[in-house]
C-alpha cells in the first residue's frame, strides 16, 4: 500500500495536471446544470464562429488565411471541425478566433451562454 501512495505522489509530482476520475470534485452535469451535454456543448463556439464568418463574407479558406497570417497556424480542415463542434476549442485558440474576428470572446459564445464567460455583449 505504501508503494501505491509513493507511486502516486510521485506521478502526480512529475505530471501535475493529471487528476484521477475518482478524485474530481465537479462532473461535467456540474459544469452543464441544464443537462445540455451534447456533442457540442464542449464545442460551444462552434456554431458561433460560422456565423460570424459568414457574416463577413469569408470563406473557412480565407479566414483559415487570416488566421495564419496572424500566426495561428490552422486549416481549412480543422477549422471546419470546429465549426461542426467535432473538435475542440483550446482557449489559446478561442483567443485567436477572437482577435482574428475582432470580437471580445463572449460574443463567440451562445447569447445563452454569454454570462458564464464575461459580460453580456448586446448585439
Known amino acids: 500500500m505504501m508503494v501505491d501512495v509513493v507511486l502516486k505522489s510521485e506521478l502526480m509530482f512529475r505530471i501535475p495536471n493529471i487528476v484521477l476520475k ?68 483550446t482557449d489559446l485558440e478561442l483567443v485567436e478566433i477572437s482577435s482574428a474576428l475582432k470580437l471580445p470572446v463572449p460574443v463567440l459564445f451562445p447569447p445563452g451562454e454569454q454570462h458564464r464567460f464575461g459580460r453580456k455583449v448586446n448585439q
Open 22 to 89: 475518482s478524485e474530481l470534485t465537479q462532473t461535467e452535469s456540474d459544469l452543464f446544470p441544464e443537462g445540455v451535454m451534447s456533442r457540442t456543448a464542449k464545442n460551444l463556439i462552434g456554431p458561433q464562429l460560422a456565423k460570424h464568418r459568414t457574416h463577413l463574407a469569408m470563406s473557412q479558406s480565407e479566414f483559415a488565411g487570416l488566421c495564419q497570417r496572424s500566426g495561428w497556424d490552422v486549416s481549412r480542415e480543422t477549422l471546419a471541425k470546429i465549426e461542426s463542434g467535432i473538435r475542440c476549442v
